[in-house]
């Protein structure tokens, strides 16, 4: 059997012949060498569920800047476990649709569930205090409009040429992650913000 370098070789091989970004393959690749160094000279073969349950227990345990003086007692957050776990499981999936191995053990084990928190918004007084700074018809304004309207992304936003803005239909035709395209919608104030910085 092959060691976990050599069928992270062979997935790199498959992922990018199938158009995935670096970045999403280093998404994988990583949390699969934590796992490799936690499983030490285990074979993939030789994985159970049992292997996979107790990475997680380890990970809860794991400190975020392990080896290093910084926030000592602060652990990985239940997302980040989550997100590893599920990174993990995943090759060893890709690893049984290739034939590496026979059967594929952590495709019972359930991912650990992630904290549910609410995500921290702007008050409407904090709101209006960032429109009292922007000036109208400015590139700022339309940025701030369309963050709040459309829910485009940052890097989306910066990549938008003119020329995939439908004004009359009130939407963009954006590039998401990976190449994928999508529409998103905006009002007519944002309509008119982006008429007045064209202007």
């Not at 936003?157 to 239909?169: A, E, G, V």
Request: net charge positive; hydrophobic share 40%.
């Amino acid at each position: 059997m092959k060691n976990i370098e050599e069928l992270l070789g062979r997935y790199r091989l498959s992922a990018g012949a199938a158009g995935h970004t670096p970045k999403t393959m280093d998404d994988v690749i990583r949390p699969v060498r934590l796992f490799s160094d936690f499983i030490g000279d285990i074979e993939a073969k030789e994985v159970t569920a049992n292997t996979a349950k107790a990475f997680i227990v380890w990970l809860r345990d794991k400190d975020v800047w392990s080896g290093t003086n910084h926030a000592k007692d602060h652990k990985l957050s239940s997302t980040s476990v989550n997100t590893y776990f599920r990174a993990v499981r995943s090759f060893w999936s890709f690893l049984f649709r290739e034939g590496l191995i026979v059967q594929n053990p952590l495709a019972g084990v359930r991912p650990p569930k992630k904290s549910q928190t609410i995500p921290k918004t702007f008050s409407e007084e904090e709101m209006q205090l960032v429109f009292a700074q922007l000036k109208p018809g400015t590139r700022e304004e339309v940025f701030v409009l369309m963050f709040l309207d459309s829910g485009i992304r940052l890097g989306e936003l910066l990549r938008l040429p003119m020329k995939r803005l439908d004004l009359q239909n009130r939407r963009a035709l954006v590039e998401g992650k990976g190449g994928k395209e999508r529409k998103v919608y905006f009002c007519s104030i944002t309509e008119n913000s982006i008429k007045a910085y064209i202007d």
